[in-house]
């Protein structure tokens, strides 16, 4: 039986249909969710894509947070429903409450675009399966409200507990994307819950999952194949 995993539209979304196309590629079946509809329609995990849902009005992820879907959302990720959240999709888990800390404006004020270098902390999550703790991968970043921040107890239950889940890479040019791109705290680019279930971050895998478009790798394809394997062994 084939897999079933959920892309959720928001007003605002942008990246629904690159995601619902990464998932077909990994092999599952896609299924288009309404933000205004409380039935996830029986599906066995749940994507919360990109873009500007509301406008990012009030913060961002912030107005989602109040959309029936998300109702059904909060109460299925803490039964164990896998959810990964990209870029607004992270904004929207943090302002829910299923991850911790939030996200704030890049400190330098501006909208970021590029190819963005990240090295994997967490290979263990329901969304990692398929990458090595401390393999380097390459996939697109583009965000105005992109920067991580919590308080130290936190971070520090976060370093400690294994739950960082991404990090962006440093020791390069950033010219290259290598560096902190937008003053995340600890260079945090994603994060996971204490169960592995949920897991957010701000680059965007689903866009670089072909060789022709993208970064021109595959490197955000593992993310869909892993939550594919999970299932289909559970």
């Known amino acids: 039986m084939t897999a079933r995993i959920g892309v959720v539209t928001f007003p605002g979304s942008l990246d629904d249909r690159d995601s619902r196309r990464a998932i077909r590629l990994a092999g599952a079946e896609p299924v288009a969710l309404w933000h205004k509809d409380k039935d996830l329609q029986q599906v066995d995990a749940v994507v919360l894509c990109g873009g500007f849902s509301y406008g990012d009005y009030l913060r961002a992820g912030a107005i989602a947070r109040f959309s029936p879907v998300m109702d059904t959302i909060i109460e299925q990720a803490k039964a164990g429903l896998p959810v990964l959240g990209i870029c607004n999709g992270f904004q929207i888990l943090t302002e829910a409450h299923l991850l911790p800390g939030g996200m704030l404006g890049n400190d330098h ?7 963005q270098k990240l090295r994997v902390e967490n290979a263990d999550t329901a969304w990692t399966g398929d990458y090595t703790a401390g393999q380097e991968i390459s996939i697109p970043l583009k965000n105005m409200d992109g920067r991580y921040v919590a308080d130290r107890r936190t971070l520090d239950e976060l370093e400690a507990e294994g ?13 290259d ?7 995340s705290l600890n260079d945090i680019a994603g994060i996971t819950n204490a169960a592995g279930n949920v897991v957010g971050l701000m680059p965007h895998p689903e866009h670089a999952v072909e060789p022709l478009i993208g970064t021109g790798r595959t490197d955000g394809l593992p993310f869909f194949t892993s939550i594919l394997k999970k299932l289909v062994s559970a």
Request: charged share 20%.
């Open 163 to 175: 739950r960082v889940a991404f990090r962006y890479v440093t020791d390069g040019e950033a010219a």
């Open 109 to 115: 004020l501006h909208f970021i675009c590029r190819d």
């Open 177 to 183: 994307g290598y560096g902190n791109p937008n003053g």
